[in-house]
């Protein structure tokens, strides 16, 4: 096979990769190549691949050590802890919770002392329009802002909560997942550990900054939420059966597209890396972590959650 090619997508952020089959294990100047190629671009799309949930996890492990989604484990695959279904083709006759995941503007795992550094999703069904993703490179965000404001926000610390997940969930698993994720906070600009950039870590499911009030946090929030998508800040993907596309959680946004036909079928495979411990709970007194298992132990959940 010729060497891998890399190739933008957009001035924004992402490029394909093309020329390597990821089902193979990748030798290590391949992967260099890739490292760095993601550290350049932020989100990397791979086309033409051919996976199932374990080669997607092994592929995985070469970016860090692997999520088990004990946070949210309600969106797993019924058969490996480590993926997540984004996937409205019924489970069981039932319709899985990972079906509308993701749909507002965030960073993954945000509302987790320990946000994720990589994501990975592989689709294996798409429908016949609509369903995209779409990202924004949170660098490019932050170095827009004027130099006062990045003054200001590099001071600042946000509150990020699990209340503020997209809408379209389930009130008992919302609940749940309320219980078991209690807010967090992170710096509002983070400093990435290999290439050294600043990069805006303010989203959608920030509710506050530390120290001010909601009615003071909520403009900027806004604020910085609605900078943050511009169309020059951003890469729409137009998913492909068979794409395995890969972010930076640390220095990128994104959003599912909610916009296609409920009877056609969007099938994916998610799986993440666990980034640095970057965060402390709001309320000093918890003691990490809070899992399913500690909840249920405390009747506080249905153990019936863990199979919906
Ligand atoms: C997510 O991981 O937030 C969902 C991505 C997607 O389904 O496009």
């Not at 949930?53 to 490996?80: C, M, S, V, W």
């Not at 610390?157 to 967090?184: C, H, Q, W, Y």
């Not at 909610?258 to 402390?280: L, V």
């Amino acid at each position: 096979m010729p060497n891998i090619q890399i190739q933008p997508v957009s001035y924004a952020l992402g490029a394909r990769v093309t020329n390597i089959d990821l089902s193979k294990p990748v030798s290590s100047s391949d992967l260099k190549m890739i490292q760095d190629a993601w550290t350049q671009h932020v989100v990397l799309i791979f086309p033409d691949q051919k996976l199932d949930p374990k080669l997607l996890i092994e592929f995985t492990q070469n970016f860090g050590e692997l999520d088990n989604y004990a946070t949210q484990p309600f969106n797993r695959h019924p058969e490996h802890d480590e993926v997540m279904l984004l996937s409205n083709k019924p489970v069981q006759g039932k319709i899985h919770p990972g079906a509308n995941n993701g749909q507002n503007w965030h960073t993954d795992l945000s509302y987790t002392i320990r946000p994720a550094k990589a994501t990975m999703v592989y689709c294996i069904e798409k429908p016949s329009v609509g369903g995209d993703t779409m990202f924004a490179n949170m660098y490019a965000v932050y170095e827009a802002l004027s130099p006062k404001m990045r003054e200001f926000l590099d001071g600042l610390e946000g509150i990020n909560d699990v209340g503020l997940v997209s809408t379209r969930r389930d009130p008992a698993i919302l609940e749940a997942f309320k219980r078991m994720n209690p807010p967090v906070i992170h710096p509002a600009v983070r400093t990435h550990p290999v290439s050294g950039r600043r990069a805006l870590y303010v989203n959608e499911r920030v509710r506050s900054f530390a120290g001010m009030t909601e009615a003071e946090s909520k403009p900027l929030i806004r604020f910085l939420c609605d900078f943050s998508v511009q169309p020059r800040f951003v890469y729409r993907h137009q998913w492909s059966v068979g794409d395995l596309v890969v972010w930076d959680n640390r220095c990128a946004i994104h959003l599912a597209v909610g916009d296609y036909n409920p009877a056609e079928y969007r099938h994916m495979i998610r799986t993440s890396t666990m980034g640095d411990y970057i965060g402390k709970y709001e309320d000093p007194h918890i003691k990490p972590p809070m899992t399913m298992d500690h909840l249920s132990h405390e009747g506080q959940v249905g153990v019936s959650l863990l199979h919906d």
